[in-house]
């Protein structure tokens, strides 16, 4: 892609981004576009295609930042982290194009690419902050529980604990199978992992919460 082609979808992502984060915090985690009918073989067309490539870009975002937004966002905690890290995430999707051949859906190649960022993002972080792993698990439960969006209860906010104090993997499987609803298989695609050691993951995790509950 040209300099000027990515400073135009720059500008189309920077008027659509603003419609995440902020403004619609008290919709976590609500997919509103996700069911808009679409022609995945023909966006991805468009996408390839200079003269349709901006608008194109547009649509993407609209039916799949918010999602994405909100799985990165339960990642990481911190809006304005979520906020460059799904930047990043289309950016990356857009510079990658050529080598998306339609195998997967284009919801489950974007979120590949968005775990992806966050586990790098999180990985660099702790480096950064010498900090351990029990230490960033309690700081991930301090951001969300000080976080404007989140308005649980004392219930949610202990489930929120106990997910936090999940490791990394668990953790992650629990969220798309419990929140985002995902299939084994989607996941497994994904994550590169097996559907078999995805369900044991999960199981594990729903074990140690129940055991935090006292279940």
Known sequence: RDAQESRGLGDVYKRQITTFGEQNMS????????????????LVEQLRDPKTAAAAFNVMMKLYGERIYWHIRKMVAAHDDAMDLLQNVFIKAWKSLDKFRGAAKLSTWLYKIAVNESLNFIKKEKAAQGITDADSDEALFANLEADPWFDGDELQAELQRAIAALPEKQRLVFRMRYYDEMKYEEISEILGTSVGALKASYHHAVSKIAKHFDL
Do not use: C, N
Not at 27 to 42: C, F, G, N, T, Y
């Open 27 to 42: 919709r976590a985690d609500k997919d509103i576009s996700s069911s808009l009918p679409v022609d995945q073989e023909k």
